[in-house]
């Protein structure tokens, strides 16, 4: 028997447009000789390696790689445990070498990555796995799916890639079968942090410096962020180890075509999909075999014969499904998802086998000429646009599936239907689409160019001129080599909606050209934006950045200030209530903004006079929005008082942008929606993944059916999003005094056509009186025939001078409530304002709390939250506790404007 060794990584080169091409590259050591089908194969097999890793720095370990990985023991107590997926910043941490960064000042004591310079940050990481013996012919591949900065990887005793690995996103694959051994293996990766680090100087991305690298670039700090003190250097995604037969499957590609104008819920015309794959031969001899594709009855399958050594693209026959189930956004229909399984049969043997899930949809734009920019259909149907900017899940790169599930079902409980991943972080990974094809959240993909990084404005603080950073990253090559791995690794997610160039500019003008032409060839599907403020999507009629903006605003300048039609990025505050500050914030912090007194060297201003720790932490003030609520007493009654701006601020934004549905927009997309610290700005939930009051104004005001009030026009409005018009509707709309007294001031039989928002009646000469003194509660309802209550609105207006005079006299009030347990994750609250001779029970918030601690726990999703109850009205809201790993015993707690804290026990 002659054995060989065979080595192989996948590159990818660029020539001019239409030339491209992949190749595999490959390294002899020993004669090749037939081998495989000697035994019977079995399919695809995959093995995390997430656990058993230990790391050590590069200037304590003195052995090479080879030798690291050779025979001997390794003398595990001179090393640390090492958490993998993570980084270095990450495995300090649970090695207790650093303090937690994300609390106080914490970040400020960990020693950053310019000053120490690159080798303190660089790190062996040392694991070891068992291989059962092998069948004849079986192969083994090692995957990376992402490392940052740059790595050099050793098994057994030998080198496993070629040459020095480089990029944080470009996955790696390897072809290990000669390197590994039956039993013990032993795997050493050094990994290496980018280069250069950049200096993180106070601007935005540092000074600028760290976009010469294909990565994320907020790591230098931002506006909404410190800098991450080890830019995530580390293995910081998956370690797999997967075994297959002689022919792999690799980057399957799904596309559905659905043609025509379809309607949810209704019987569908018949719909076609497109499939195809890479197969990989990794033998010395031609295979011939069976490629079989299942997709729930539907079987399809085509022979297929692969070269020695052979790479290629195989498409099958197209499969065409009657009457499919369409996967549509959130709040438009259902998220249907296909079951596919591709295999590979050689003989009776199956070689590999890949499954996934998929959505039949269609997606495309057109442009609109009466806003001047760029409308989004789904299925045929135009859909407006209702969206938040994404960050990432973790400043670290501390990712789990189920803190996605968990943070993209909160943007879902925001009622929108997009997310928008900003370009100075990362291609999302596939868990993070997997919870958006779930939930129906449409993804605009950013690569990764930033304005601020990549020479769009002059800054003083960057190092290099304009000219020169507009042509970053330095590696052109590996920036395109990497776009296309990622567009392969997420493109057969049904949410990815579309891919952008970058954050406020455009890539390099040959990154452009190749990555437009890639997009062209690697998907095909979908609409591929310059940037997220360019021209083709909303015109900049107004002159600026062609975004923002980013402070507090007047309500009413959401329905009469004109603002760009397809705005990616308008937002500002979103502070935490109390017990969310407690979380990282010492007691010496609590210092209500404008309260703090400077040091006698600092000037007096509004910005000195914010405690320090809030100005670390990227607060952004609340002008005077919260003063007209009464100058706050202490910290604890500020914060709750901002739950009160957050709630009007995002439902405000969302309702003024809907008034003008078609009109002045297309879409909007909020500046933003989540944080990966403990930021105090741009958030509706909290780093614990605690919701603020933003969450549920915009859960309001960005129904799909929605009643409204124009405060401007002084308008009853209703926005219907959905396909379909609305009949026999009752518009019925009340006010309630301080004293809890009723008036009902407007009631109507109507009809709204579908996907517009309309105007009805004006109610500001009646409302006038009712406010005029202290201000008073509106209640608009919307009633289908059967008096079923298909929207609900509550606002609190202020008097005639603009304060909430009312709110500060009114009368507390208690309120009866219960919970019932209906099974291990779901809770009913009903809460009822018993007497109608009471006043309104104002703005109670709702926490689920363990027992023991009296601490809120974290993450419990709420139907509703901050809820008024008119006297005599009862509400329900619906708790989900689901998520939750281990919830222990627990009460609920209640506590509001005008009513005391008090426990309700669960039933």
Not at 568 to 593: C, K
Not at 647 to 655: D, I, K, S
Not at 820 to 831: A, S, T
Request: a neutral charge.
């Amino acid at each position: 028997m002659i054995f060989f060794k065979l080595q192989e990584k996948m590159k990818f080169r660029y020539y001019p447009a239409g030339k491209k091409f992949a190749f595999l590259q490959i390294t002899f050591f020993v004669l090749i000789t037939s081998f495989w089908g000697l035994n019977p194969l079995h399919a695809q097999q995959r093995t995390s390696l997430d656990s058993g890793w230990f790391f050590k720095n590069i200037n304590e370990v003195k052995e090479s790689g080879e030798h690291l990985t050779s025979k001997g023991i390794l003398n595990r107590t001179t090393w640390m445990p090492a958490v993998v997926p993570g980084t270095i910043l990450t495995s300090l941490l649970e090695n207790g070498r650093v303090p937690d960064p994300f609390y106080g000042f914490n970040n400020d004591k960990i020693k950053d990555i310019y000053e120490t310079g690159r080798d303190y940050y660089t790190f062996w990481f040392f694991n070891e796995f068992n291989i059962s013996k092998l069948k004849r012919g079986e192969q083994v591949w090692l995957h990376f799916r992402g490392v940052n900065y740059a790595c050099e990887i050793y098994l057994n005793g030998q080198k496993v890639n070629i040459s020095t690995h480089y990029g944080m996103f470009l996955r790696q694959s390897y072809r290990i079968t000669e390197l590994v051994k039956s039993g013990k293996n032993k795997l050493a990766v050094l990994v290496l942090p980018p280069n250069p680090v950049g200096n993180p100087n106070g601007g935005q991305a540092g000074d600028g410096m760290i976009a010469k690298n294909v990565m994320h670039q907020f790591v230098a700090g931002w506006d909404w962020i410190q800098p991450v003190r080890d830019r995530n250097t580390g293995i910081w995604d998956k370690v797999e180890l997967e075994r297959t037969g002689p022919v792999n499957i690799k980057n399957p590609h799904i596309v559905s075509k659905v043609p025509g104008k379809r309607f949810p819920g209704k019987s569908q015309e018949a719909c076609s999909v497109e499939t195809s794959m890479e197969l990989q031969n990794s033998s010395d001899e031609s295979i011939e075999g069976i490629l079989n594709l299942v997709v729930g009855e539907h079987k399809l399958s085509r022979p297929v014969k692969l070269l020695p050594f052979e790479e290629k693209k195989v498409s099958m026959p197209v499969l065409i499904i009657d009457n499919p189930k369409l996967w549509w956004p959130n709040a438009y229909g259902q998220q249907f998802l296909y079951d596919l399984s591709f295999n590979f049969k050689i003989g009776e043997n199956v070689s590999d086998s890949e499954e996934l899930k998929f959505g039949i949809r269609d997606i495309k734009t057109s442009w609109n000429p009466y806003t001047g920019s760029r409308q989004i259909y789904v299925n045929g149907q135009k859909v407006f646009i209702k969206g938040g900017n994404w960050i990432i899940s973790d400043a670290m790169l501390r990712f789990s599936q189920e803190r996605y599930d968990a943070e993209i079902r909160m943007h879902k409980d925001m009622n929108l239907n997009c997310i928008r991943i900003w370009g100075g972080a990362i291609t999302e990974r596939p868990e993070f689409y997997e919870a958006c094809d779930k939930y129906g959240l449409l993804v605009m993909q950013d690569f990764w160019i930033s304005g601020d990084g990549n020479g769009r404005w002059n800054d003083p603080r960057k190092k290099e001129d304009q000219w020169t950073r507009r042509q970053y990253p330095d590696d052109h090559y590996l920036f395109l080599e990497s776009a296309s791995d990622q567009i392969k690794m997420i493109r057969n997610h049904p949410s990815l909606a579309f891919w952008c160039g970058g954050n406020e500019m455009s890539p390099p003008e040959d990154i452009f050209s190749q990555l437009k032409d890639t997009l062209d060839l690697l998907d095909g599907t979908r609409w591929f934006v310059e940037n997220s403020t360019s021209d083709s999507m909303s015109y900049n009629f107004i002159g600026g950045n062609g975004d923002g903006p980013y402070s507090i605003q007047p309500i009413n300048r959401f329905f009469e200030h004109k603002t760009f039609p397809f705005n990616s990025e308008v937002g500002s505050v979103g502070l935490q209530d109390y017990e969310g500050l407690l979380r990282f914030l010492p007691e010496d912090a609590m210092v209500i903004p404008g309260k703090y007194e400077p040091e006698s060297n600092e000037p007096k201003n509004r910005w000195s006079c914010i405690h320090p720790l809030w100005r670390y932490h990227k607060y952004i003030p609340y002008g005077d929005f919260i003063n007209k609520y009464g100058k706050p007493e202490d910290v604890s009654d500020f914060a709750f008082k901002a739950q009160l701006v957050n709630y009007n601020q995002y439902r405000g934004l969302m309702e003024g942008f809907s008034s003008h549905m078609w009109e002045w927009y297309t879409g909007v997309i909020i500046w933003k929606t989540q944080n990966p610290w403990t930021a105090m700005r741009g958030q509706m939930y909290d780093y614990f993944l605690d919701q603020n009051a933003g969450l549920y104004g915009l859960n309001h005001g960005s129904e799909a059916l929605h009643i409204f009030f124009d405060p401007v026009k002084e308008q009853v409005m209703i926005a219907n999003n959905s396909f379909e018009a609305k009949n026999d509707l009752m518009i019925e709309v009340s006010c309630y005094d301080m004293a809890g007294k009723e008036s009902l001031i407007y009631q109507e039989l109507i009809t709204v056509n579908p996907t517009t928002s309309k105007r009805f009646g004006a109610i500001g000469k009646k409302l006038a009186p009712l406010k005029a003194e202290k201000g008073v509660f509106l209640l608009m309802r919307l009633i289908d025939k059967d008096k079923n209550v298909l929207s609900e609105n509550f606002y609190w207006l202020s008097d005639k001078t603009g304060k909430y005079s009312g709110l500060q006299q009114i009368k507390s009030v208690k309120i009866d409530a219960s919970a019932e347990k209906l099974n291990n994750h779901k809770l009913k609250l009903q809460l009822k304002n018993p007497y109608l001779q009471n006043p309104v029970s104002f703005f109670n918030r709702i926490s689920v709390v363990d027992k023991k601690t009296n601490r809120r726990v974290l993450p419990v999703f709420y139907s509703d939250n901050y809820v008024s109850i008119p006297p005599g009205k009862e509400r329900i809201v619906w708790i989900d506790l689901s998520a939750l790993s281990d919830p222990g015993e627990l009460k609920i707690q209640i506590s509001g404007w005008n009513t005391e804290p008090f426990d309700v026990e669960i039933e």
